[in-house]
């Protein structure tokens, strides 16, 4: 799980600001995703993307968006139709292989609103 | 889509004593089954995983059961130490994703009494 980044390790956002979160990794993995975690709530999917240049919704994508043009890089831009973006971020990713791979993890970024 | 519950939410077990915690998951299948450990601020680590062709895996301390018939599975730790205390979670592959997408459960939050 080293070689996944994540940057800004702190973000603040202001009322009606959107954001980018940035995810790199140098693991070849062809896979990457999104979660968000509150306090008391486990891992809840946002965005992942099997391949370059596509992408699929996982189970809270309003307010979020991303793009991945890049194999190695998953960049999560928090809109401002996300009303209570306030939480850690972390980025994964796995070898797509069909039947379940690992996902490691980047070391995630707090997002907390002025 | 799949749906995992885990507990207990919190355990707290004498330093030496063993901690045992149960996941259920509904979709028969699922077919890939990770542990994650998470310390405070830190990112989710894998310390142990099994697929649905194995009933049981034993990595030093740590052990992993899978009941199939049932749709669940459990995290034993044997001979607990300070060190162990953290965030556990546990997930299960989504069949309707291709076993790619992991649905997370809520977490337990294990603490070892010196």
């Known amino acids: 799980d080293g070689g996944i980044t994540q940057s800004p390790k702190y973000l603040f956002r202001k009322e009606g600001q959107n954001v980018t979160l940035s995810c790199e990794q140098n693991?070849?993995?062809?896979?990457m995703y999104w979660y968000r975690q509150d306090p008391g709530q486990g891992l809840r999917l946002i965005y992942y993307?099997?391949?370059?240049?596509?992408?699929q919704k996982g189970d809270i994508a309003e307010g979020y968006s991303v793009s991945r043009e890049k194999k190695e890089s998953f960049p999560l831009t928090v809109t401002s139709a996300q009303k209570n973006p306030t939480a850690f971020y972390l980025c994964?990713?796995?070898?797509?292989?069909?039947?379940?791979?690992?996902?490691?993890f980047g070391p995630g970024t707090r997002l907390l609103v002025l | 889509g799949e749906n995992v519950e885990q507990h207990p939410s919190t355990l707290s077990v004498q330093e030496g004593d063993s901690a045992v915690i149960k996941c259920t998951y509904s979709?028969?299948?699922?077919?890939?089954f990770p542990w994650y450990k998470q310390e405070l601020g830190k990112r989710p680590q894998l310390i142990i995983d099994?697929?649905?062709?194995?009933g049981e895996k034993k990595d030093q301390r740590i052990a992993v059961t899978l009941n199939k018939t049932a749709k669940h599975f459990s995290l034993h730790i044997t001979e607990t130490q300070p060190e162990d205390s953290a965030v556990y979670f546990c997930?299960?592959?989504?069949?309707?994703?291709?076993?790619?997408?992991?649905?997370f459960g809520t977490g337990t939050r294990l603490t070892i009494i010196p």
């Open positions: 994964a990713s796995s070898i797509d292989r069909a039947g379940g791979e690992t996902q490691y």
């Open positions: 693991l070849n993995h062809d896979a």
């Open positions: 993307s099997q391949i370059v240049n596509d992408f």
């Open positions: 979709d028969s299948a699922s077919n890939y």
């Open positions: 099994i697929r649905s062709n194995v």
């Open positions: 997930a299960a592959s989504d069949p309707n994703f291709g076993n790619e997408k992991l649905t």
